[in-house]
Nanobody, 121 residues
Framework: QVQLVESGGGLVQAGGSLRLSCAAS????????MGWYRQAPGKQRELVAI???????AYADSVKGRFSISRDNAKNTVYLQMNNLKPEDTAVYYC???????????????WGQGTQVTVSS
């Protein structure tokens, strides 16, 4: 069992910055990849950014140059630094982790509870 605990989120003006954090906890696991998704009311959940075990990263076109994902492997924590925020970034942001358990080849996906990000104009 793995738990993802998010922190951050809130209300910010357009052009401002915000940093989200997500810490994974549990027993006998290793993280293959972590990422962030977001979902606005009435819209499909979409991938924002992902970071893999090799530390290579990928971003949605809409956030390239503005958002940056990073991780602290010792703390099993992923961060999303969001700069130059726009009203279109308003959504619930969800932390995602793909996890392998010790001595098994099986990958399991886990989700955080979500945190609201609101960008005002």
């Amino acid at each position: 069992q793995v738990q993802l605990v998010e922190s951050g989120g809130g209300l910010v003006q357009a052009g401002g910055s915000l940093r989200l954090s997500c810490a994974a906890s549990g027993r006998s696991f290793s993280i293959n990849s972590m990422g962030w998704y977001r979902q606005a009311p009435g819209k499909q959940r979409e991938l924002v950014a992902i970071i893999r075990s090799s530390d290579n990263t990928a971003y949605a076109d809409s956030v390239k140059g503005r958002f940056s994902i990073s991780r602290d492997n010792a703390k099993n924590t992923v961060y999303l630094q969001m700069n130059n925020l726009k009203p279109e970034d308003t959504a619930v942001y969800y932390c995602y982790a793909r996890v392998a358990f010790t001595h098994t080849p099986v990958m399991n996906a886990y989700w955080g509870q979500g945190t609201q990000v609101t960008v005002s104009s």
